[in-house]
Structure formats: C-alpha cells, structure tokens
C-alpha cells in the first residue's frame, strides 16, 4: 500500500525558531511535492523535488527551503517562522511514468504548524 | 487567471442523492490531465478520479464520474447516491503539458452531507 509519512500532525513554534517539517515516502517514488494549505486558497505549491539534491521552486517559495539528501526523504525548512507561516502544510510524491501518463499524487496526512 | 476554478465554496445535499460538483480550468496546452481529491476531516487528501485531455469517454470510477465537456472546459464531478461519508472538502487540480509533474489545486467545495 501506498504511504507517505509526515513526522508530526501538530507543531507548535516561535516566531524566529528554525523549523524542520520532514516527509518519508515508502513508494520509491522519483518527485516529492509539499504544498501549503489556507482556507479559501487550496492548495499551493511551495518547492518540488523530481530526484535526489534536485529542487525546483513553486509558487510560494518565499521563507521556505528544502532538502532532498535520500529519495524517501523530502525536508521542509523554514529558516526563521514567522506567524503568517501558521498554516497546514502536506507532502505528497509520485512516480515518473511515461509521458502524458495518468500520474497521481499521493499524499501525506499532513502538519498544522502554529507560529506564536 | 485562475487556471482551475470551484465556484461552490460550500454545497449540503440530502443522503442518497446525486451531486455535482464544478470545476472550471484554463489552460492552452492541448495536453492536460484533471484530477479530483477528496479531503475528510482528517485532513489526508484521496485521489478520486482522472481524466486525460484525449480521453474520448467520460472517467468513471465506483460511483464517482467525471462530466468532462472539452469545449466549455469544464470537468464537474459528480457523485452518485451519496453517503455521510461522502462530508469532506472536495479538490479539483490540473496537470498541464508534458512531462510536467506539478499539480494546481483549486480553492475545494466543502459538501455535506444531511442525513
């Protein structure tokens, strides 16, 4: 069965802490995803990684970095929290299949991140 | 522009009934693939169903179908016989081009179901 593992559900940090959110897939899966959820918004798309030390930025880059040193292991980091980064935050990878293939997303369970 | 539109914030349908939920995209690539998500209270998103852009039917998976109209660039879902356990906030997303791996979301349709 397919299963992608984010470390915690809750986290709570301070503004100014570093802050490490890190996913596990089990799928040997080649691109890895983690995506930023807020009411109103969807989902959005903060770096994405298609293989190891590879990364590419999404659309809201902005205060996050990643690291992608194993290809189960997919690190979200944000270097100094800050409270507008109070959001959910989900991983997901997926395979590399041929081109035009049907090719899901599968995701993690997700983290609530409170910055106070 | 947004490039995947859900115009319904918030939908509550009677058990048993059937639902449709819309989703509207945008994209000139002629290649593209939509997908749907559901996401319970847990909060871990379910793949539902796919459709591609060259697909000559309309996906079909259980009771969830895809009402795919190319033209009008639209790919509403729809849900037969709806159950509780259908309550859950609903995800439209595009894949567009080839090759390309990333996925946008549209804002979700939060359904409930009224017993």
């Known amino acids: 069965d397919v299963k992608v593992t984010q470390s915690s559900r809750y986290l709570v940090k301070r503004t100014g802490e570093k802050v490490f959110l890190e996913c596990v897939q089990d799928?040997?899966?080649?691109?890895m995803f983690w995506y930023r959820q807020d009411p109103g918004l969807g989902l959005r798309l903060i770096y994405f990684?298609?293989?190891?030390?590879?990364?590419e930025k999404g659309d809201i880059p902005e205060g996050y970095s990643v690291s992608r040193e194993k290809k189960e292991r997919f690190s979200l980091i944000l270097e100094s929290a800050s409270t507008n980064q109070t959001s959910m935050y989900l991983c997901a990878s997926s395979p590399t299949l041929f081109r035009g293939a049907k090719n899901i997303q599968y995701f993690g369970a997700g983290t609530r991140l409170s910055v106070l | 522009a947004q490039k995947i539109t859900q115009t319904q914030p918030g939908m509550f349908v009677q058990e048993k009934e059937a639902v449709t939920l819309d989703c509207t995209y945008d994209?000139?690539?002629?290649?593209?693939?939509l997908f749907w998500y559901k996401q319970p209270s847990s909060g871990e998103m379910i793949f539902l169903i796919y459709?591609?852009?060259?697909?000559?039917q309309n996906a079909t998976e259980g009771r969830y179908s895809l009402n795919f109209q190319k033209a009008r660039k639209s790919a509403n879902l729809v849900i037969s016989a709806s159950q509780l356990g259908d309550s859950a906030m609903y995800f439209c997303a595009m894949r567009e081009g080839v090759g390309n791996e990333k996925l946008t979301f549209g804002t979700g349709t939060r359904l409930t179901i009224i017993p």
């Open positions: 994209t000139s690539d002629p290649s593209y693939g």
């Open positions: 799928m040997d899966h080649e691109n």
């Open positions: 459709q591609g852009s060259y697909d000559q």
């Open positions: 990684s298609y293989d190891v030390k590879m990364k």
